[in-house]
């Protein structure tokens, strides 16, 4: 199957093409510098990949949460190619992404994600993966690092950006509960490939207009004087 996955709701440009030929990626610490970014680092990657966009069997997108403008980018983007070429798409949680490539890395089956979601707060999920895929045992939520959801039992792995900028109030919230902390970890496009390919197999798709973001956080602008402290969403 051939796909494209791309994602920009954190400070990160992550891009994926699965093809016959292979995996080609691009995951790269951009900024704000993704929204003029991306599309050339998609056509530089079919080009690597010597496909054409029109060939291709869907498009992945990162549907956040994440920051409000990377969001609207990713979204928008899938919906303007997909449009244009007539492909079908699939929206991948950020957080999700995060606890697939720390199944990846550790095969860990408990995961407790944490992305840094600025202001002080964190988006958090936690996961168990199981035969069918993965169960979401606490929906995607904003919060203080010292509001977020209880977890039942141990041995959970924790991932994300959230636990290098909260590491000890987060885990002053779940004592013995976490064994370990991968907190490098960021959602990339290739997770997002390997999440939304049992969707594209079964039929499970959107329409290019129906794609939409996952907004966790009600706040869509910040203060002037927040903007002076250089605070963003």
């Not at 939304?196 to 009600?218: C, D, I, K, M, W």
Request: with cysteine; net charge negative; glycine share 8%.
């Amino acid at each position: 199957m051939k796909l494209l996955a791309l994602d920009t709701s954190t400070e990160f440009l992550s891009l994926a093409v699965q093809t016959d030929h292979g995996l080609f990626t691009c995951h790269e610490a951009t900024g704000p510098a993704a929204s003029q970014r991306i599309l050339p680092e998609i056509e530089r990657l079919l080009t690597e990949a010597v496909v054409a966009l029109k060939d291709l069997d869907g498009i992945v997108y990162g549907m956040g949460p994440g920051a409000f403008t990377g969001v609207r980018v990713s979204v928008g983007v899938a919906q303007g190619l997909a449009f244009g070429a007539g492909l079908p798409v699939v929206g991948v949680s950020s957080l999700l992404a995060v606890a697939q490539m720390a199944w990846q890395e550790t095969q860990a089956e408990k995961i407790v994600v944490c992305l840094d979601a600025r202001m002080g707060e964190v988006y958090h999920a936690a996961f168990i993966k199981q035969a069918a895929g993965w169960l979401e045992v606490s929906a995607p939520v904003v919060c203080k690092p010292f509001e977020v959801p209880r977890l039942e039992g141990g041995d959970w792995l924790a991932a994300g950006s959230g636990w290098a900028v909260f590491a000890d109030v987060l885990a002053a919230q779940y004592p013995a509960q976490v064994t370990r902390i991968y907190a490098d970890m960021m959602p990339q496009a290739a997770a997002m490939l390997t999440l939304a390919l049992p969707q594209f197999a079964s039929g499970q798709t959107q329409a290019a207009h129906e794609a939409a973001p996952l907004y966790v956080r009600n706040r869509v602008a910040l203060t002037a004087a927040e903007r002076a402290q250089g605070q963003t969403l």
